[in-house]
């Protein structure tokens, strides 16, 4: 079976992806934002499957792209979106913005020209089939005590949330 | 080129595995022919069968007995001028059709009508329909809000709540099924469609029996949630006529209303074929292990050939009992033709090549139209709920159940390895 791994494939789903992440950041109307967020994080989802991933890509799909983005619109529906637009942006942080920026792309940088010894010279062979078991069997087996902290984590966010809503408990 | 079509026949995969791309093609125009005719069906099925149900007689007029109605509909909804209202969001309430209709089609890739018969078999196939089918409830959430209505809004924020409500009751029984893939058995548990189907074949039971009651409380809480989950009567609070007119398409006419309706329709097929594949059997026969042998094997594979029949024989039944007025002559004779196009499709369905092939489709449909039908049953019989009370079921009765279930299923599920130590120490 020919690999779907095409670079055609990664350069439209990347190309994506940038569209995405820079319209997030320039539309004014929150809900547009919001939109063009869900178009990045499908076709980040599509990467992952790309990879081989397929339950990573699963993952993405339901937690981002159906639960929590389904939040966000349902919160930024709620607001007036007129008067949000009307009113003055006051976040004028975009030298700190381009700085870190800047900063970070040229950490990648610096990794994809000094970091050849890091990385696997071949790519890994494809374990599709297996990949849902496997990431189950490290999640369950090999990192069990950090994937444990991370959901009393969540839980400790839970309650902090209920408690922050609730007036009375 | 004749032979990269043919290799695929003798090959004992579907075609995304084979990776064929030309039979990949023809099964996914196939699936999106079969689910708009079925779609067309259920609109004139739910509209009589209600009517029966309520002592009524349903559309008449168009056709005998109605049978050309969903065709007028259409055509009449695509001659509708299409109304877009002035202060509305363009792109957005022009994408959210789109999105809903492509969210609810993508989802029959991975559908197995037969060992062979999906598009392809993916590593997580239950995974991949409940994600996809739930991007859903952004199209709803988008055209609420690009209606700058205030119905519609309404109906989008309840639809959305709603979705996202049922969404964890309906994983956690999703949870128990795959489990039981893999528990008191050998081998590993799988999430493909057609391997849980295996599964099921494997150990002789469908699991919807298997560690009784526990699969059968899965399913009771899937089959809540999955009505939940398509907004469907007694849960349509989204589109509660005497509340909110429409809901989130109060305010879509024509063509794009219609993409609506087609959505809606194949998102209830979607959700019935996964609760078919987890806890029925997907495509196996009824009894495949109990009855088996050659006889049983010609017996049950005669089945869709007679359905077929008994339909034609419907027809000309019908046939007889039109009225004897020369204005329902040409109804009469088209009743007849119809008859005689059932009855060669049935004569069709014996042959042998033919049987062999269509009789796990035959079982799969049959399962799932069982499952349209109690659809519109819920639709005639049970009151509308109300949103506190569907949220108090939702989150303080299917959920702790779910987890409950979840559980157990584990607990029995892993019996006999724990036995098993405490026996050795």
């Not at chain 2, 059709?97 to 392809?120: C, M, Q, R, S």
């Not at chain 2, 809004?153 to 893939?181: C, D, F, H, K």
């Amino acid at each position: 079976m020919e690999p779907v791994a095409t670079p055609f494939f990664f350069y439209l789903l990347a190309g994506l992806m940038l569209i995405g992440g820079v319209l997030v950041i320039t539309r004014r109307n929150p809900v547009h934002s919001a939109l063009a967020l869900i178009v990045t994080l499908l076709a980040q989802a599509s990467i992952y499957l790309m990879l081989y991933a397929p339950f990573v890509a699963g993952v993405q799909i339901i937690l981002y792209a159906g639960g929590i983005m389904v939040l966000f619109l349902f919160v930024i529906m709620l607001v007036s979106i007129e008067r949000s637009q009307r009113e003055r942006q006051f976040n004028k942080q975009w030298v700190v913005g381009m700085v870190a920026a800047t900063a970070l792309g040229g950490l990648f940088i610096a990794v994809y020209t000094k970091g050849r010894g890091i990385f696997p010279e071949h790519a890994l062979p494809a374990v599709e089939a297996q990949n849902t078991q496997n990431v189950g069997t490290l999640l369950y087996g090999q990192y069990m005590f950090a994937f444990e902290i991370a959901s009393l984590l969540l839980l400790v966010a839970i309650i902090g949330a209920v408690v922050m809503a609730k007036k009375r408990i | 080129m004749l032979d990269y079509v043919r290799s695929y026949l003798t090959s004992n995969l579907t075609p995304g595995s084979a990776g064929n791309m030309f039979w990949a093609f023809v099964y996914i125009v196939v699936i999106f022919l079969g689910l708009s005719v079925a779609v067309i069906a259920m609109n004139w099925l739910e509209r009589k069968i209600l009517a029966h149900m309520q002592v009524r007689l349903g559309p008449m007029r168009v056709g005998p007995h109605g049978l050309l109605q969903p065709i007028a509909d259409a055509i009449k909804l695509l001659l509708k001028e299409d109304i877009m209202p002035a202060e509305a969001d363009g792109f957005v309430f022009w994408m959210a059709p789109i999105f809903v209709v492509l969210a609810a089609f993508t989802v029959f890739i991975v559908v197995p009508f037969g060992p062979t018969h999906a598009v392809t078999d993916m590593n997580i196939g239950v995974l991949f329909m409940l994600g996809v089918s739930s991007l859903s409830a952004l199209g709803i959430v988008m055209a609420g809000w690009a209606s700058n209505s205030h119905y519609p809004l309404i109906g989008a924020l309840r639809s959305s709540a709603q979705m996202v409500s049922y969404e964890i009751a309906m994983g956690m029984a999703v949870i128990s099924a795959v489990m039981m893939t893999s528990l008191n058995q050998q081998g590993t548990g799988t999430l493909s469609m057609i391997g849980i189907v295996q599964a099921q074949q494997a150990q002789e039971i469908w699991f919807i029996f298997k560690f009784f009651p526990l699969g059968l409380i899965a399913f009771f809480i899937f089959a809540v949630a999955m009505v939940a989950e398509t907004n469907r009567a007694p849960f349509d609070l989204p589109e509660a006529e005497s509340e909110l007119t429409a809901g989130f398409h109060t305010e879509y006419s024509g063509f794009r209303w219609s993409l609506f309706f087609l959505a809606e329709y194949s998102a209830m097929i979607a959700v019935s074929s996964i609760a078919v594949t987890l806890w029925l059997g997907g495509w196996l026969r009824p009894f495949p292990n109990l009855l088996t042998g050659a006889k049983w094997d010609l017996f049950f594979s005669l089945f869709p050939g007679i359905t077929f029949l008994f339909l034609a024989g419907m027809c000309f039944y019908s046939t007889v009992r039109m009225p004897k007025h020369p204005l329902f002559r040409i109804q009469t004779i088209g009743l007849a033709g119809f008859g005689v196009v059932l009855g060669l499709i049935g004569l069709i369905l014996f042959i042998t090549a033919v049987r062999e092939r269509v009789q796990d489709i035959y079982w799969f449909s049959m399962k799932v139209a069982a499952f349209m039908y109690l659809y519109i049953w819920y639709r005639g019989t049970f009151p509308r709920y109300r949103f506190d009370q569907l949220m108090k079921v939702g989150w303080k009765i299917l959920l702790p159940m779910g987890l409950g279930v979840l559980i157990l299923t584990a607990g029995v599920g892993l019996w006999p390895l724990i036995q098993q130590t405490i026996w050795n120490r």
